[in-house]
T-cell receptor, first 111, second 112 residues
Framework: EDKVVQSPLSLVVHEGDTVTLNCSYE??????LLWYKQEKKAPTFLFML????IEKKSGRLSSILDKKELFSILNITATQTGDSAVYLC???????????FGPGTRLSVLP | KAGVTQTPRYLIKTRGQQVTLSCSPI?????VSWYQQTPGQGLQFLFE???????NKGNFPGRFSGRQFSNSRSEMNVSTLELGDSALYLC???????????FGSGTQLSVL
């Protein structure tokens, strides 16, 4: 069965801390891995990863994929209260827009 | 460019009724996917449409159906509603495969 596992499921940190969110997957015919941030309703796109070992970076956020070990990490440095959200990992597999989502990591950043 | 638009935002129905949700994708996007999100199950894939054809389908009963029109707008229908159908229904669009999904704000359905 195709599945995506995220850890931790919940995390509470203080502003300025650095966090690492994990995503591991088991799917048939992997195509890409995506990270999304969901604050209220609509998940917003963060990164799309298709190749191993190439870090993608956007401001304080960065992500990398390891296709051999079947996982990805999302790093957030110098966290701010605005980073509080659920971070979703999604993996596209097989043909067509087939995505399986992980349960998400709920990040709470305290002032 | 306008984002993905879903209507209505909120819906309250009773068991046994049916409901139709609407999604207008980003202009130029041909793929529309539907997801159900609940606190216990997370985001679950319902189905995906591309150029008016259902291309992929998740593991949901036949009460859940959808369609896509020639202008790429999509509708999702749930018949004979059950309490367990209460969820946030998210629509996402993309240009084609291997493209990131853009999500709408969802329709919050409550079944009483």
């Amino acid at each position: 069965e195709d599945k995506v596992v995220q850890s931790p499921l919940s995390l509470v940190v203080h502003e300025g801390d650095t966090v690492t969110l994990n995503c591991s997957y088991e799917v048939t015919n992997f195509r890409s891995l995506l990270w999304y941030k969901q604050e209220k309703k609509a998940p917003t796109f963060l990164f799309m990863l298709t190749s191993s070992g190439i870090e993608k970076k956007s401001g304080r956020l960065s992500s990398i994929l390891d296709k051999k070990e079947l996982f990805s990490i999302l790093n957030i440095t110098a966290t701010q209260t605005g980073d509080s959200a659920v971070y979703l990992c999604a993996v596209e597999y097989n043909y067509g827009q087939n995505f399986v989502f992980g349960p998400g990591t709920r990040l709470s950043v305290l002032p | 460019k306008a984002g993905v638009t879903q209507t209505p935002r909120y819906l309250i129905k009773t068991r046994g009724q049916q409901v139709t949700l609407s999604c207008s994708p980003i202009s130029g996007h041909r793929s529309v996917s539907w997801y159900q999100q609940t606190p216990g199950q997370g985001l679950q894939f319902l189905f995906e449409y591309f150029s008016e054809t259902q291309r992929n389908k998740g593991n949901f009963p036949g009460r859940f159906s959808g369609r896509q029109f020639s202008n790429s707008r999509s509708e999702m229908n749930v018949s004979t509603l059950e309490l367990g159908d209460s969820a946030l229904y998210l629509c996402a669009s993309s240009f084609d495969i291997n493209e990131k999904l853009f999500f709408g704000s969802g329709t919050q359905l409550s079944v009483l």
